[in-house]
């Protein structure tokens, strides 16, 4: 099992920057993708970043130059850095975490923290 708890949410506004981090507990595989994800208000849920355990990243269109992705292994937290955040970038952020092993998958994810662009 895997506990992921998340922390720097809250309010913002538009053109300001906010961080997130997600710090990960319990059975983490070598092979795993930290990332996170968000959902705005009658909306799915949507990739925002991930970083697999090589550091590699891979991030959404629409935060692209805005937002950076970083992790620390030796505390097995990943980091969400938000610059000229926009009111559109208004949602819950949740944490992931997937681990890999043997050709199969398992998902984690975080209680979700909020996140809020004032205009």
């Known amino acids: 099992q895997v506990q992921l708890v998340e922390s720097g949410g809250g309010l913002v506004q538009a053109g300001g920057s906010l961080s997130l981090s997600c710090a990960a507990a319990g059975s983490i595989f070598s092979i795993n993708t930290l990332g996170w994800y968000r959902q705005a208000p009658g909306k799915q849920r949507e990739v925002v970043a991930i970083i697999d355990s090589g550091g590699s990243t891979n991030f959404a269109n629409s935060v692209k130059g805005r937002f950076t992705i970083s992790r620390d292994n030796a505390k097995n937290t990943v980091y969400l850095q938000m610059s000229s955040l926009k009111p559109e970038d208004t949602a819950v952020y949740y944490c992931?975490?997937?681990?890999?092993?043997?050709?199969?998958?398992?998902?984690?994810w975080g209680q979700g923290t909020l996140v809020t662009v004032s205009s």
């Open positions: 992931n975490l997937v681990n890999f092993r043997l050709g199969a998958y398992v998902n984690y």
